[in-house]
């Protein structure tokens, strides 16, 4: 459909009649969020946090010849599903704590030789062998420890650091401030670490797909996912993080 029957379309479209045509949006962002979370979410409550995404969208959309209603729906859905994540943590406070203990050994090996952290150094300084490692690198890789998931409008972080209501220009200015550490935190990440998360990060892709693009197992890729948030964390120790 051109834009321009799209226009004369939504005109004619009542908010009812928005929702109903574009219900199927909703589940399928939801289905594409579900790729990148644990299994321990819910997507019943995805698509029901989408779904208020939707009915704002059709109440507050204008249409002109520049929009598309689609495309201004899925800012709202995938926006209001990314809230409600950012509300619920489901990760356990022994996962917080494990990936706390990591963090801080990939720091102070990195301090100490001032070069990137390998594993094996890591798994020396906190006593662990190679699956206990994996496993919290895989923990750290699905939980909300980090969230570098963003909402679709320039207006969010890259990082979520804390609950932004009722902050003020100081606390404007340091999430403005943790943003620039961030992205010059992840350029300067091992290159295949640096990879993995443009490909999640800003391609979307899922671990799956992202194994395929580098001809690795679904499940290496979660351990590269895992080691580049531990050590943007390590590196960002100096800021506010959410756990």
Same mark, same amino acid.
């Given at each position: ?48 946090? &989408? ?22 729906? @899925?800012?709202?859905?995938? @926006?209001?599903?990314? #809230? ?10 022994? +996962?917080?704590?494990?990936?706390? *203990? ?5 720091? /102070? +090996? *990195?301090?100490?030789? !001032? ?5 094996? *150094?890591?798994? /020396? ?9 994996? /496993? ?26 804390? #609950?932004?209501?009722?902050? !003020? ?7 403005? &401030? ?5 992205? &010059? ?23 799956? *797909? ?5 001809? +690795? ?8 996912? @895992? ?17």
């Amino acid at each position: 459909m051109n834009a321009s029957a799209e226009y004369l379309q939504v005109q004619r479209l009542s908010d009812d009649e928005l929702v109903r045509v574009h219900t199927p949006l909703v589940r399928r962002i939801a289905y594409h969020l579900m790729a990148r979370l644990p299994p321990s979410v819910d997507v019943q409550d995805l698509i029901q946090s &989408g779904m208020i995404g939707l009915l704002e969208a059709a109440k507050n959309f204008t249409p002109t010849r520049a929009a598309s209603f689609e495309t201004f729906a @899925g800012i709202r859905i995938r @926006g209001a599903m990314l #809230d409600e994540l950012r509300k619920s943590d489901w990760t356990p406070r022994s +996962v917080h704590r494990k990936v706390r *203990e990591l963090t801080e050994a990939t720091r /102070q +090996v *990195e301090y100490e030789t !001032g070069a990137d952290a390998d594993s094996a *150094e890591v798994m /020396q300084r906190m006593g662990i062998d190679s699956n206990e490692y994996n /496993q919290i690198l895989a923990d750290a890789a699905t939980s909300r420890v980090l969230s570098l998931s963003s909402p679709d409008s320039a207006e969010g972080a890259a990082m979520d650091v804390a #609950d932004t209501a009722s902050r !003020g220009p100081a606390g404007d200015l340091e999430d403005n &401030g943790l943003r620039e550490a961030l992205a &010059g935190a992840i350029e300067q990440l091992p290159e295949r670490e640096k990879l993995v998360m443009s490909l999640y990060y800003d391609e979307e892709l899922n671990l799956k *797909e992202i194994g395929e693009v580098l001809g +690795v197992s679904e499940s290496r890729v979660c351990q590269i996912h @895992g080691q580049a948030v531990v050590r943007l964390r390590a590196r960002l120790d100096g800021w506010r993080v959410n756990d």
